[in-house]
């Protein structure tokens, strides 16, 4: 018999890199992010709806998997969604429904993520609102729900990384932690509506990944443009070469979205 479940897909503000150096990071749940997901026995086919403009790359992404896990699985959303979160989403309830127990491993392993990535996204799917996380302290709920409305640019699905160099080690550990800060200081600004405050707080936030990534010159070009829009957050956002965007008003964020598409980005609004 088909098995039909409703998951509610986090959207992770900040820290998504960081998290896994034991850094806090800060996400939203909502029930209006609703995803239905139907498992069945099967050939092991994948059929994804409603979440364009990603559905043909989560059917390529997942399909092999699905294959060996011999299930029928079919998704749909009324709304695009994250894309990193939904791919862990949708492989958490495909492996329990095959009965596998530690999950954060096998959706580590077999999605190329780092486990404290995957457990960020597994924990917040049990809660709702604005929600701190940090490995050692679980998380934290600080309100029911985030204060602005949210949209993301992207032009390939390809994860932001870090250069990691030994002989520079004692000098990312400080920035690491001067991110971890400014997630803090971005938790703050939530909770007390402040928006100029957690304008600032991620501005500086990306600055300081853009100077520890290897993005390239294009998406640093691109960011320093977004970034002088007016009453508009904007964030390098880590689970892709993008960017988040946030505004406090939904046809301010629109324009700022159309100005992002003529760049060469690709557009959703995330929740409005």
Same mark, same amino acid.
């Given at each position: ?24 990071? &800060?996400?939203?749940?909502?029930? /209006?992010?609703?995803?239905?997901? !139907? *498992? +069945?026995?099967?050939?092991?086919? #994948? @059929? ?42 949708? &492989?958490?309830?495909?492996?329990? /429904?095959?009965?596998?127990?530690? !999950? *954060? +491993?096998?959706?580590?392993?077999? #999605? @190329? ?62 920035? #690491? ?29 990306s600055r300081l990944s853009i100077a520890l990534s ?59």
């Amino acid at each position: 018999m088909p098995h039909s479940q409703s998951i509610y897909i986090p959207i992770c503000i900040l820290g998504q890199a960081i998290v896994q150096y034991n850094q806090p990071a &800060l996400c939203y749940v909502s029930h /209006e992010n609703e995803l239905l997901i !139907t *498992v +069945n026995p099967g050939v092991g086919t #994948l @059929k994804v709806e409603g979440l364009e403009p990603f559905s043909s790359y989560i059917e390529r992404k997942l399909r092999n998997i699905v294959k060996k896990l011999e299930l029928d699985i079919n998704i749909k959303s009324v709304k695009p969604l994250p894309l990193l979160d939904l791919l862990i989403a949708i &492989l958490y309830v495909a492996l329990k /429904e095959r009965g596998t127990r530690d !999950t *954060v +491993n096998e959706i580590s392993r077999r #999605l @190329k993520l780092r486990r404290e990535r995957v457990r960020l996204t597994l924990k917040a799917l049990k809660a709702e609102g604005v929600l701190a996380y940090r490995e050692n302290e679980g998380l934290l709920e600080l309100q029911e729900e985030f204060p602005w409305v949210m949209g993301l640019c992207f032009k390939a699905p390809f994860k932001f990384k870090f250069l990691e160099e030994e002989e520079l080690e004692e000098s990312f550990n400080v920035a #690491l932690h001067a991110l971890g800060r400014l997630v803090i200081l971005a938790a703050r600004s939530i909770v007390d509506g402040d928006f100029k405050l957690f304008r600032k707080a991620l501005m500086r936030y990306s600055r300081l990944s853009i100077a520890l990534s290897n993005l390239p010159l294009s998406i640093l070009k691109a960011y320093d443009e977004v970034a002088k829009l007016e009453d508009i957050a904007c964030k390098i956002d880590e689970d892709f070469r993008g960017f988040m965007l946030f505004c406090e008003d939904k046809d301010r964020l629109a324009e700022g979205l159309n100005i992002v598409r003529k760049m060469g980005f690709k557009a959703i609004t995330l929740r409005c």
